[in-house]
């Protein structure tokens, strides 16, 4: 009598849900996945569709996907990461091209195109972390950076400096609070770098000036009683300046941030304002 493992072939690529971070980090997994994948036409009209940001300008950039559970969000989602980080001409895609290829051989040819060449730096946020949106965004970004060999320090600590103290220039204008945080931290400035104008400091800073940024953080310290860390609240800032700076540029044609659970993370876990 024949086994049922020997009748019933069950392919990995549906085997289970997927845990989209731990998924596409794990080689093996994202692998079968990939190999595996046939998608179905509701998953074809989204990977289209979300694709049409990549060669037009003024298209959407940001996606929301909704559905019930088991329609293959995170699955769908876990093809679209890895399209994204790889070529068209990769080996590891040639399953997913073959079988979208059956499906509809227009279709997969338009996709092949459009991701020919070139690769897009891939973050997967961790919506378990229990980090507020922006602070999860961030660290994801920032840990990938380091994995790939990306310096994001500069980018983050001096455009976080520059929107601090333009903050408080603003607030000290505006005579909010009890205490003039600009004023303390120019008089904090007088006192650790002599001769050195806010003025001057600022326009350094926007220039990404080290010294400047060492008198900053000197200063900050003296004013606040505390080392200076740079913060979330600044997202977009940070974004745009990492995805302009060189660095970046000559080794990815542009970003693009995966936030799974994203309705879970809201409902249960009520993180965001």
Known sequence: MSKISEIVKVRDGYANFVQLRSAFHEEAENSGRMAMYRPTKAHRTA?????????TPNDRKFHLLSGSYGTGKSHLCLMLANLLSHSSTAHCLKGFYDNYDRLEHARANELKHIRQDGQ????????????K???AV?????EVCV???????????????????????????????VRDVYADFI?????????TPIVGLRAGLKKFDQPMMDKFLAAYSEAQGDPFQ????????IVKQLVKSKEFTDKFKGLAIFFDEFGTAILQHGKFD
């Open 47 to 55: 990977l289209e569709r979300i694709s049409r940001g990549l060669f």
């Open 120 to 131: 897009y730096l891939v973050v997967v946020c961790d919506y378990g972390s229990g980090q």
């Open 133 to 135: 949106f922006e602070d």
């Open 138 to 142: 961030l660290s994801a970004i920032m």
């Open 147 to 177: 994995e790939r060999g990306i310096a994001t320090d500069r980018i983050t600590e001096f455009d976080e400096a520059e929107r601090r103290l333009a903050e408080w220039e603003a607030s000290s204008k505006e005579k909010k609070g």
């Open 187 to 195: 008089q904090a400035l007088a006192l650790v770098s002599p001769g």
């Open 230 to 237: 740079a913060k979330a609240g600044n997202l977009v800032s």
